[in-house]
């Protein structure tokens, strides 16, 4: 059995923020473990990535990062450039989306002056008129 491949890019990111994410990846064609120091240290290098598990036996790779620093496009795009494929089936192709969708999302709220305006549901329950 083969062990996961785990690589840190940095270790002063905090890995319990709340922009933290991980996400697990197939790929194809990772059945040779020659790829997988390379792919993990290609993607460690990548700012805002904080931990990468290579697993060759599932073909899946599982990224840890920091949407507010990086997005699921660069992710991939270093994936790619790394000789490493995601899956673009239907069901990859609509998860891909999704995650789009909130790493843009958090990136917004990160770097917005003002809190959101109807996700903390405190100030939601303290606005509600008492009988």
Same mark, same amino acid.
């Given at each position: 059995?083969?062990?996961?491949?785990?690589?840190?890019?940095?270790?002063?990111?905090?890995?319990?923020?709340?922009?933290?994410?991980?996400?697990?990846?197939?790929?194809?064609?990772?059945?040779?473990?020659?790829?997988?120091?390379?792919?993990?240290?290609?993607?460690?290098?990548?700012?805002?990535?904080?931990?990468? $598990?290579? &697993?060759?036996? %599932?073909?899946?790779?599982?990224?840890?990062?920091?949407? +507010?620093? #990086?997005?699921?496009?660069?992710?991939?795009?270093?994936?790619?450039?790394?000789?490493?494929?995601?899956?673009?089936?239907?069901?990859?192709?609509?998860?891909?989306?999704?995650?789009?969708?909130?790493?843009?999302?958090? $990136?917004? &709220?990160?770097? %917005?002056?003002?809190?959101?305006?109807?996700?903390?549901? +405190?100030? #939601?329950?303290?606005?509600?008129?008492?009988?």
């Amino acid at each position: 059995m083969q062990e996961p491949t785990s690589a840190i890019s940095n270790d002063s990111t905090d890995q319990n923020s709340d922009s933290s994410v991980s996400r697990w990846f197939s790929v194809e064609g990772l059945d040779n473990g020659l790829y997988a120091p390379t792919i993990a240290q290609a993607l460690a290098q990548q700012p805002g990535v904080q931990d990468v $598990r290579v &697993n060759s036996e %599932s073909d899946g790779i599982r990224i840890r990062y920091d949407n +507010a620093v #990086i997005g699921i496009e660069a992710v991939i795009e270093a994936l790619r450039n790394a000789g490493c494929h995601p899956r673009q089936r239907f069901w990859d192709r609509l998860k891909y989306g999704w995650w789009r969708y909130l790493d843009e999302n958090a $990136r917004g &709220n990160a770097t %917005s002056t003002q809190a959101p305006c109807c996700s903390n549901p +405190a100030t #939601i329950h303290a606005q509600r008129r008492r009988r």
